[in-house]
């Protein structure tokens, strides 16, 4: 029988992914190194067993103990892991701007989870390291794992992950391009590639507002500011970061970062998390420089499935005002609309009588409306058109609608663009928007100008 001992063995010797669409017109081979594999889902894991481990042989911890972390999430659900195979007790400081599906995750392994503001500095007494600190002191059989510092961090990428990555590349990579957060992962790797090819470029992908491209060029401590890309960026410098193996600190923002991680999910397959999203921008941008010889590595730290609350979200990135372009489609407008409650499509049928027309008309408060005979547009009912005929012979109320209908509006597929929907309202009221061919909503031209109002 071939099986694994428990889910801790399933932890690193993470697959190598071929970049073959986003990357189009580069010279470079890019490959995506698949942390996300790992059976919690991110690079974390391999830190959140390291550290316990190396914790166990030094007596730090002892049976029934209590693991304590502040984490943004994904060495929490490491440890986590590890905690319930090894029967340790748990307990995670997270701040607000984590992700609801992390702290469901972290509950559901067994952890506690406490939250507190991402508001405040390090300085702060509620900071959340601080936090986890003070619990430490006061939780009995505890220990405070601490990431930013613990040298069971880069100690395992040097062992593992590493390796895996010079053994995969055929010792070719030419690139190596990681976030920085606790330094655990860009430290140790950057130090076995380092080692084995002093050439191998060693990239530090970093947030706008974080402080390590600043420091890593100047030498100096500025004030950070807040983003949104969780997990990786700091505010302080922790002991983790060893600069001597990162060449260069590259920034990019939150909307770049989220667009390459929906990117990589869509063209690549690769379901990811925002902070792999700055880490393939950087690459990307690297890669316009390259030539043909080039062998870039990423880290592709955790997966999308947490953060389906947000950035994955167009609703959340419509309310951060991250989404790239300004809404552009049918789709969008009709969303608006849902969102503002605003009813429905209604239409009629050629067979109805006249008066029902009336009725709508006057109800819903419309001044059109199409006419759709098994599914397809057939023919409108426009309100002053109507009334004028009705005035002249007040007999049609009882005649059917096919009788008094005029053209049908135009339809149109719901991804077409507003620019080329202006075109065809400049000679219609309205047009009609179809989904996969089926006809969704009517789309007036005071639609398209309350448009902006809607989002």
């Keep these: ?216 060029e100047t030498g100096k401590i500025t004030t950070g500011q807040p983003y949104l890309v969780e997990g990786i960026g700091q505010d302080c410098l922790p002991k983790n970061v060893h600069f001597r193996y990162i060449d260069k600190v590259l920034n990019i923002s939150d909307m770049d970062s989220f667009n390459y991680a929906r990117r990589l999910s869509k063209e690549e397959g690769i379901f990811c998390g925002g902070s792999t999203g700055t880490n393939l921008g950087i690459t990307l941008r690297l890669a316009e420089d390259l030539d043909e010889n080039a062998i870039m590595v990423f880290i592709v730290s955790d997966t999308g499935e947490r953060y389906l609350s947000k950035f994955h979200s167009e609703e959340w990135l419509r309310e951060k005002r991250l989404l790239p372009s300004e809404v552009k489609t049918l789709k969008d407008v009709t969303l608006a609309k849902r969102k503002n409650k605003i009813p429905e499509l209604v239409f009629l049928n050629p067979k109805d009588k006249v008066k029902s027309a009336v009725e709508a008309l006057d109800i819903k408060g419309f001044s059109q409306l199409p006419v759709i005979d098994n599914g397809e547009s057939v023919g409108s009912v426009r309100e002053a058109k109507l009334m004028s005929m009705l005035l002249e012979n007040p007999g049609l109320l009882d005649s059917e609608i096919e009788k008094v209908m005029g053209p049908g509006f135009p339809t149109l597929d719901e991804r077409t663009e507003l620019v080329v929907v202006r075109k065809y309202l400049s000679d219609s009221p309205a047009v009609l928007s179809t989904e996969y061919g089926r006809i969704k909503d009517i789309i007036t031209r005071y639609d398209i100008l309350e448009h902006a109002n809607f989002s």
């Design 1 to 216: 029988m071939k099986y694994l001992n428990n889910i801790l063995s399933a932890v690193g010797n993470t697959p190598l992914v071929k970049l073959n669409k986003i990357n189009k017109g580069l010279k470079p081979l890019i490959f995506a190194k698949l942390e996300s594999a790992n059976p919690g889902g991110s690079v974390k894991d391999r830190i959140g067993l390291s550290m316990i481990e190396e914790a166990e042989k030094n007596g730090r911890i002892k049976p029934g103990g209590t693991i304590i972390e502040a984490t943004s999430g994904n060495t929490g659900i490491g440890l986590a892991l590890a905690c319930a195979v090894k029967g340790y007790k748990s307990i995670f400081v997270v701040t607000d701007k984590v992700s609801s599906e992390k702290i469901n995750y972290l509950k559901a392994l067994g952890g506690d989870v406490i939250v507190v503001s991402n508001a405040v500095n390090h300085e702060h007494p509620d900071y959340y390291i601080t936090v986890a600190k003070k619990i430490n002191l006061e939780t009995p059989n505890s220990l405070f794992m601490y990431q930013y510092s613990n040298p069971a961090n880069p100690e395992v990428h040097y062992r593992t992950t590493g390796p895996e990555i010079w053994e995969q590349t055929d010792g070719r990579i030419t690139h190596f391009i990681s976030g920085i957060g606790t330094g655990g992962t860009i430290s140790g790797v950057g130090r076995y590639l380092k080692e084995k090819n002093k050439d191998v470029q060693i990239i530090g992908a970093d947030p706008f507002g974080s402080i390590f491209k600043t420091f890593h």
